[in-house]
């Protein structure tokens, strides 16, 4: 009989199969990926690292046969070095950067060890505040980073862009350590060359180097793909992002760094910027995880090799379209979105503001009707983390499936009737929308499975 686990990921398929994605940070992986991450590669221990020549020398050939000295503290590592240092290859290869760390577990887990390679505790780090847009890991009191170092936040301004006034001020009115840009609801393109130049004259204030980070998780994929700039061409030393979301891998994180690479296990000799991508690896193994998942690094490779190719590129370029598309017909039908749209993947709307309604029960909504997103919290937000005022979406997953601005038409539509239906309950006091209207719900419920039957995810069939 099989496993009930089994019949669970089976109802899962389903799900996937006749529903819409349109949370940001979801997609789907292709085959390969999945394959490579269900290989008997999860049996293998590697503690430490493989040799990483940092010469950029992508001859993939010769770099699946040859077998160099590795750091590693177990033996039978001759495959899986090979394979992280394809993987290690590909990502400096997309990015443009001198090393790559492929060994974090996820993007928490590359933050952490970005901070404390870099960071000593008590040291001040300037990163976006999470109610306006930044992540759980730049600060939040209730992580452990935020217990050892001490977060300075900086915001958003009214336009929606980054308040750069702040973050100068801020930089200059307190001795910082590291400056991080980065975000999981931000809908512009940050102004990285500015950023640099703070950090500079923040330097010079305080007469010691300052690192510059990027998490750009949420955007990785439009940046492999060059259609979002790259803030490694910016000056900035380190790039830490998720392996999923927009780069479309098995899930993980990803450090990518500029500067000196060094044997990752050897005594560093200088704490300095240049030495940062051994810093980085050291924060990594032993400094903050053990054994690496080589399954998923193998995953990761091939997710890599896969953005390589010039459809990637497409791909990127089409999420975009797709999310300017949507954001325009959403704004038609009266929906207030924050920044005015999107130049990115992803869209914020202000459910409060366009309806009356808050996000938690516009989620709710949309989940019996098979669009899937998430509430999410605005700038000044007043509804707490549990019933925010906004709700966030956005286009990588339905680009993966192939749809085009057509189908961002219909999206568009379902979420409007679906945001009346909501506006209408509330005003009647409905609190369950489960038992609200059940029969308009399962019009829409089927409208959407059909679309979705239409574009079938690639490699999963129901
Ligand atoms: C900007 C950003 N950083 C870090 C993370 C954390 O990634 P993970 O969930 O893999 O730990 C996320 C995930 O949502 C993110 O959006």
Not at 120 to 131: F, R, T
Not at 212 to 240: C, E, Q, R, S, W
Not at 298 to 309: C, I, M, S, T
Not at 415 to 436: H, P, R, T, W, Y
Request: negative net charge.
């Amino acid at each position: 009989m099989q496993d009930v686990v089994f019949n669970l990921i089976d109802n899962e398929i389903k799900r996937q199969v006749e529903g819409l994605e349109l949370i940001p940070s979801e997609n789907y992986v292709s085959k390969a990926v999945l394959e490579a991450m269900g290989s008997v590669l999860t049996n293998k221990y590697s503690e430490g690292y493989p040799s990483f020549t940092g010469l950029r020398d992508w001859d993939e050939e010769k770099i699946s046969q040859e077998i160099l000295p590795n750091y590693r503290y177990y033996g039978g590592q001759q495959n899986v070095d090979r394979i992280e240092r394809l993987a290690i290859e590909r990502a400096c290869r997309l990015f443009d950067a001198d090393h790559a760390n492929v060994q974090p577990h996820s993007g928490a887990n590359a933050n952490e060890a970005v901070y404390f390679a870099w960071c000593e505790p008590g040291d001040n780090i300037l990163a976006m505040n999470l109610g306006h847009g930044g992540h759980l890991t730049h600060g939040s009191p209730v992580t452990r980073s935020a217990k050892i170092y001490n977060f300075i936040p900086y915001g958003t301004d009214e336009t929606g862009d980054l308040d750069y006034a702040q973050i100068e001020e801020l930089a200059l009115g307190n001795d910082v350590k590291l400056i991080l840009i980065g975000y999981s609801a931000f809908m512009k393109i940050p102004d990285f060359e500015r950023v640099a130049k703070i950090r500079q004259k923040a330097e010079e204030k305080w007469g010691h180097e300052i690192l510059l980070m990027a998490d750009m998780a949420h955007v990785a994929g439009l940046i492999a793909a060059k259609v979002h700039p790259n803030p490694l061409k910016y000056g900035f030393n380190v790039m830490t992002t998720t392996t999923h979301k927009t780069l479309r891998g098995p899930r993980g994180g990803l450090i990518l760094s500029m500067g000196n690479v060094g044997s990752p296990l050897k005594k560093i000799a200088e704490k300095n910027l240049n030495n940062i991508p051994t810093m980085i690896d050291k924060a990594v193994f032993p400094g903050t995880q053990g054994g690496p998942l080589e399954h998923i690094i193998a995953a990761k490779a091939v997710a890599f090799g896969e953005a390589l190719q010039p459809e990637f590129k497409t791909y990127a370029e089409n999420i975009i379209k797709n999310a300017k598309a949507l954001a325009k017909e959403l704004k038609n039908h009266g929906f207030i979105l924050q920044g005015n749209g999107t130049d990115n993947h992803l869209i914020l709307i202000d459910m409060m503001q366009s309806f009356g309604i808050n996000g938690k029960m516009y989620e709710k909504a949309l989940d019996l009707v098979g669009l899937t997103l998430n509430a999410n919290a605005l700038p000044g937000d007043t509804g707490g983390a549990f019933k925010p005022n906004g709700v966030r979406l956005g286009t990588p997953a339905i680009t993966t499936r192939g749809m085009g601005e057509a189908e961002m038409k219909k999206l568009a539509n379902w979420m409007k009737e679906i945001a009346e239906l909501c506006q209408e309950a509330d005003e009647n006091g409905v609190e369950n929308i489960e038992s609200f209207q059940p029969e308009k719900f399962a019009i829409i419920r089927d409208q959407v499975k059909k679309l979705a039957l239409r574009f079938p995810i690639p490699n999963i069939h129901n």
